[in-house]
Each structure stands twice: as structure tokens, then as C-alpha cells.
């Protein structure tokens, strides 16, 4: 199977399983809530988050099926992220995934309650034995996810980022700060998708080390293509408006230092990934190419 296909594969389980998980423990189907979280999940996105907790988890023979619920976990954080990210008050955004965003296609306040209930969902799912038998792998599942995504994680990278948007804070913006907001804000989760694969799998201090560095490069790199799809891109691809960046007075390294050197700095980064992942052997392949995947995307 190439990547592509199996990037596929798993946004096909992730689908099916996350609409499971909605109807199981999501609100009804028919409410208005229930069809604004199904909007913000369902019929879109790379999945590049579930990809990466059952691809780590597989360098450790855990099947796809035992890794899923973990994965849908991740994917439900990362779709409140974009549905508060894209509201008025943060990003502003009108188009998401090539769709109306939630805010756009429901109401503002019901777009804030769809991303707290996906939120807190991703942690029930967690917490579930369906996710693992084991309640010692579920807890550090849970703490590893709420780490990731709360005040010293996402949030926090996304405080930074509106603070330098809106509050023109800090006043000298330097590459060394544009980094860490980068880290936290995209990295975060990536990286901890990653480490949940280690965790799922029972690996070594220094595996689960290697795929949490392995991780930390990808985000990196994932949010340099970002900035560069922005830079450069094209809205009908993306599936939302590029050129936002420059124009809010965004803080990107690409701003800072670039395109070249930011084109540079992307492959450095996927060099440094790539090399993580040397003790895993030919069974890392998936995950050298989702590097690769992650700087060259077009959307
Ligand atoms: C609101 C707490 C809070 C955080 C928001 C996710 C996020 C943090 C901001 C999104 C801004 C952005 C465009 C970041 C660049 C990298 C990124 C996360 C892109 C979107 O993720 P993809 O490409 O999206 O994986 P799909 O649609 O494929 O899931």
C-alpha cells in the first residue's frame, strides 16, 4: 500500500468510528448541537492525527482496530481546535475543509458549545475500556492528551499567537518565540499523537523519546508548510482563505526569515525527523513518508 493509500485507509476508520462514538455518546442526531459537532468531524480532514497514534502504535504490532478509539480521541481535540480557531473572536474564518465553518453554517454560540462538547468527548472516549483494557494505559492516554492540548500545550500556543495578532505582544517578535508558539499551538498535539502510539504499544523510555522527537520535527514542519501554503497557496486547494497571514500581521517564521530560509528550514526539519526514527527500521517507512507527506501537502 502506498502512503497515500493507507493515509486513506486510515481516514476511513477514523470516519466510521468517530460517527459510532457520536451516536453512542454524542448528543442526537437530530438536535442542533449533535449536527453542528457532526459538521466540525464528519466528511473531511487528512486525519493526520489519527494516522500518526496508529502508525507509532503499529511499529509495536498493535492493530489498527486496538489503536482507533485512541486516534478518534486526538481527531476530536483537533476538530474543536479548528472550531473555536476559526470563530470571530480568534481566526475569523468562513471556510474550513472546503465547507462552511461551524460558526458559518450554525451560529456563533453554538459553534463555541460544539467545540467544549467535542472537547470533553475526546476525553470520555479515552477514558472508555473500549479505548484500552488496561486503566493504567487509559490514564496516561488521558494525561498525555490533556497535556498536549491545554494551557501548556495548544491553548497556550494559540494565546501566543493572539497576542502577537491582536495585542502586537511581544513588541520584538523573534524567531526563538515564533518557534515555541509553533510548537505549542501545532506540535503539541502532533507530538503527542505520536507518544500515544509509543504508550499504546508498551514501548522503551527511549522509543517512546525517539516518536515523541519524531513528532515534535513533524509538527515543526507541518506548521512551516502551513505558513508557506499561506504564503504561496491556493485558497480552492486548502480548502480555506490563504494570504491570511501576512495580512493579519500573523507571527510565522516565514514572516521572520523568509521563504527561502523557511524552505530550507522545512527540510532540515524533515531530515531531523527522518533520523528518529533509524532504530525502528524498515517498519518506520509510513512514517518517514508522512514526514515527507507533511512538508510537500498541498492542502
Ligand atoms: C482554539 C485552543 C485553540 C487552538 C487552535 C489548530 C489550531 C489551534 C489552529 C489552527 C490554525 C492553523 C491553520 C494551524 C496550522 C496547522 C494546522 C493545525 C492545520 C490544520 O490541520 P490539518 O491540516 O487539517 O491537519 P485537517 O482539515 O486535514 O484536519
Request: hydrophobic residues 45%; proline residues 3%; contains cysteine.
Amino acid at each position: 500500500m502506498t502512503f497515500v493509500q493507507r493515509l486513506g485507509a486510515v481516514a476511513g476508520l477514523t470516519e466510521q468510528r468517530l460517527t459510532e462514538l457520536l451516536g453512542e455518546c454524542g448528543p442526537e442526531e437530530g438536535s442542533r448541537l449533535g449536527a453542528a459537532m457532526r459538521h466540525a468531524v464528519l466528511g473531511g480532514g487528512k486525519r493526520f492525527r489519527p494516522f500518526l497514534v496508529i502508525e507509532c502504535a503499529g511499529l509495536f504490532g498493535v492493530p489498527a482496530d486496538a489503536a482507533r478509539d485512541a486516534a478518534a480521541a486526538f481527531e476530536c481535540v483537533h476538530c474543536y481546535s479548528l472550531v473555536h480557531d476559526d470563530l470571530p473572536s480568534m481566526d475569523n474564518d468562513d471556510m474550513r475543509r472546503g465547507r462552511p465553518t461551524v460558526h458559518r453554517a450554525f451560529d456563533e454560540w453554538t459553534a463555541i458549545l460544539a467545540g467544549d462538547a467535542l472537547l470533553t468527548l475526546a476525553f470520555e472516549i479515552m477514558g472508555s475500556e473500549l479505548t484500552h483494557p488496561d486503566p493504567g494505559v487509559r490514564a496516561e492516554l488521558t494525561r498525555l492528551l490533556a497535556h498536549a492540548a491545554g494551557g501548556r500545550g495548544m491553548v497556550l500556543g494559540q494565546m501566543f499567537d493572539l497576542e502577537a495578532e491582536k495585542r502586537g505582544e511581544p513588541s520584538r517578535m523573534s524567531e526563538a518565540h515564533v518557534r515555541r508558539l509553533q510548537a505549542l499551538k501545532t506540535g503539541a498535539l502532533i507530538a503527542a499523537a505520536c507518544e500515544a502510539g509509543a504508550v499504546l504499544g508498551r514501548a522503551t523510555d527511549t522509543q517512546r523519546l525517539a516518536l515523541r522527537s519524531y513528532g515534535e520535527n513533524l509538527g515543526l514542519a507541518f506548521q512551516i508548510a502551513d505558513d508557506l501554503l499561506d504564503a504561496a497557496g491556493d485558497a480552492q486547494a486548502m480548502g480555506k482563505a490563504t494570504g491570511k497571514d501576512s495580512a493579519a500581521g500573523k507571527a510565522t517564521l516565514v514572516g521572520i526569515i523568509g521563504i527561502e530560509a523557511a524552505r530550507a528550514q522545512l527540510a532540515a526539519t524533515i531530515a531531523d525527523a527522518e533520523r528518529e526514527m533509524e532504530g525502528f527500521g524498515e517498519k518506520a517507512r509510513g512514517l518517514i513518508e508522512a514526514a515527507h507527506f507533511a512538508a510537500s501537502r498541498k492542502h
